[in-house]
T-cell receptor, first 115, second 115 residues
Framework: KAGVTQTPRYLIKTRGQQVTLSCSPISGHRSVSWYQQTPGQGLQFLFEYFSETQRNKGNFPGRFSGRQFSNSRSEMNVSTLELGDSALYLC??????????????FGPGTRLTVT | AQSVTQLGSHVSVSEGALVLLRCNYSSSVPPYLFWYVQYPNQGLQLLLKYTTGATLVKGINGFEAEFKKSETSFHLTKPSAHMSDAAEYFCAVTPSGAGSYQLTFGKGTKLSVIP
């Protein structure tokens, strides 16, 4: 079974621009979560989607948004990019059902650099 | 509210020696606990989890961890370190039974294995 895929893997943007990152979960997984990883703040939860609905949201400004499609694929968008948004953005998917419901499987991440 | 503390941002062991990575948590409700490993330029891989049942859990690559409620700890161990174990390890927690897939991570411990 294919793992979680994220595109693109690397991205360079300029301050003030916006960016959209994509995540395809493991087949059959219904929950998709997004995390930001930086050297200073570590791994921080952005939001989680289940059946196209945002169930949880972390403590990030409204410039960070996301959505989930009917096939469970998810996108996250960051508008008006700031230098501090440079990070590795990780997507994780979960079956969200049964004994394995809390296991999250991570993709390789998208490395975003804002200049 | 939850938090995770990993003691030691960097741990070095000799090849063949015991690996012990420490994790303490704080949670207002019974938690589910996880250990993840991250190799350079990759996403996170689930090593093991504790949800319910046996407090000593075994994971992949010979790692195991013991949930000690009285000590609010979930330390990761491996009897004999291999060079391939060199990576960064993250302890994470999520509240049990809340239907939440929001993981709170520790700051990580970078493990070096000396030949």
């Amino acid at each position: 079974k294919a793992g979680v895929t994220q595109t693109p893997r690397y991205l360079i943007k300029t301050r003030g621009q916006q960016v959209t990152l994509s995540c395809s979960p493991i087949s059959g997984h219904r929950s998709v979560s997004w995390y930001q990883q930086t050297p200073g703040q570590g791994l921080q939860f952005l939001f989680e989607y289940f059946s196209e609905t945002q169930r949880n949201k972390g403590n990030f400004p409204g410039r960070f948004s996301g959505r989930q499609f009917s096939n469970s694929r998810s996108e996250m968008n960051v508008s008006t990019l700031e230098l501090g948004d440079s990070a590795l953005y990780l997507c994780a998917s979960s079956l969200a059902r049964g004994a394995s419901s809390y296991e999250q499987y991570f993709g390789p991440g998208t490395r975003l650099t804002v200049t | 509210a939850q938090s995770v503390t990993q003691l030691g941002s960097h741990v070095s062991v000799s090849e063949g020696a015991l690996v012990l990575l420490r994790c303490n948590y704080s949670s207002s409700v019974p938690p589910y606990l996880f250990w993840y490993v991250q190799y350079p330029n990759q996403g996170l891989q689930l090593l093991l989890k504790y949800t319910t049942g046996a407090t000593l859990v075994k994971g992949i690559n010979g790692f195991e961890a013991e949930f000690k409620k009285s000590e609010t700890s979930f330390h990761l161990t491996k009897p004999s370190a291999h060079m391939s174990d060199a990576a960064e390890y993250f302890c994470a927690v999520t509240p049990s039974g809340a239907g939440s897939y929001q993981l709170t991570f520790g700051k990580g411990t970078k493990l070096s294995v000396i030949p």
